[in-house]
């Protein structure tokens, strides 16, 4: 007996401990929801909203007008966290939100608000992603744009401030491992970021590479993110790179020799204006990427390059020099 009833309280302790998190609802004024914080995660809305304005206006549909906020029952001890007891914070509805703000006439009157009580920044994360369906699922670029917001970071320039930076992230983290050994290309997106950050913000603030008319790519974001780890950002060598390419100022360029970036925008740029968009590392058997990653690391270093010589012809050493680029085998 003894035993049966210590089995059945047993199941009551499991059952406790593994219950979902359940909401309350609640009928809210417009204005008092829109009160309430974006969540710090939540991705950067202002693509969407041309859209969303146009749904409000040609349908009434009722789940439009149904929200969600949390409300932080305890400090979020997590270092990317603000939240303190009692905070609120919008879970879905941070877009339309943006809608009505901008447009009252097709805010409704009242709003049907779902509440979470959420005692962890690991459950708040959680929840937030349980509102994502097959209309709002969060891409790459939505996350990336997500954790910059986590972490207050607002982005200046129009790739990193939409987190449009998935492709030159991967491409730059490809045969990287972190100080953790952990192999980059198959962790999480934020794992990426974090091991570039630094090289990141410091190319967002360098507005000149963003802006139009300069001969970019993800190809060329993704070297100067590869340059500014291994030799890092502060380097003299560095800012000038970035200086004379922006500017198509060559260093070096005589009849035999020029520089890296000389290279880069005048010769690799005439030859594959067709491709230079094309974001493969490999375009028709020809290692583009690699061509002007092995060109800004010579410019870094002062080595020329001998107008006419051939750079990498076969793609497996392309292969081989992007895989040992941080740790050269002698």
Same mark, same amino acid.
């Given at each position: 007996m003894n035993t049966q009833k210590s089995k059945i309280k047993n199941q009551s302790n499991m059952s406790q401990k593994t219950k979902p998190t359940f909401f309350r609802q609640e009928v809210w004024s417009t204005q008092k929801f829109l009160s309430v914080e974006t969540f710090e995660k939540n991705r950067v809305i202002e693509p969407r909203i041309k859209k969303l304005t146009k749904l409000l206006k040609q349908t009434d549909n009722n789940r439009l007008y149904e929200v969600a906020i949390g409300i932080a029952t305890k400090p979020f001890n997590n270092e990317l966290s603000r939240y303190k007891k009692n905070d609120k914070f919008c879970l879905d509805g941070n877009a339309r939100a943006e809608v009505w703000r901008r447009n009252p006439s097709l805010a409704p009157e009242y709003v049907c608000v779902k509440i979470y009580d959420i005692d962890t920044k $690991? *459950?708040?994360d959680e929840t937030y992603y349980t509102f994502d369906n097959s209309s709002a699922a969060e891409s790459s670029s939505d996350k990336l744009s997500g954790f910059l917001r986590e972490r207050n970071y607002n982005a200046v320039s129009e790739p990193i401030r939409y987190?449009?930076?998935n492709t030159f992230l991967k491409k730059a983290t490809r045969y990287v491992h972190d100080d953790d050994g952990l192999y980059l290309l198959t962790a999480p997106i934020e794992k990426m970021l974090d091991y570039h950050w630094d $090289?990141?913000?410091?190319l967002d603030q360098y507005q000149d590479i963003f802006r139009k008319g300069v001969k970019n790519s993800c190809n060329i974001y993704a070297s100067l993110l590869m340059i500014g780890k291994k030799y890092g950002v502060t380097h003299?060598?560095? *800012?000038k790179l970035l200086d004379n390419y922006c500017s198509e100022i060559s260093e070096i360029n005589n009849k035999t020799d020029m520089d890296g970036v000389t290279y880069v925008f005048n010769t690799l740029y005439g030859?594959? *204006? $067709?491709?230079?968009?094309n974001n493969a590392y490999s375009v028709n058997k020809l290692p583009l990427f690699g061509k002007i990653l092995f060109a800004f690391d010579s410019f870094m270093n002062k080595q020329t390059i001998v107008k006419g010589s051939k750079i990498m012809k076969k793609e497996q050493q392309f292969i081989d020099y992007y895989k040992n680029y941080y740790h050269p085998i002698d």
């Open positions: $690991e *459950k708040a987190g449009k930076m $090289e990141l913000i410091f003299p060598r560095f *800012k030859k594959n *204006k $067709e491709i230079w968009g």
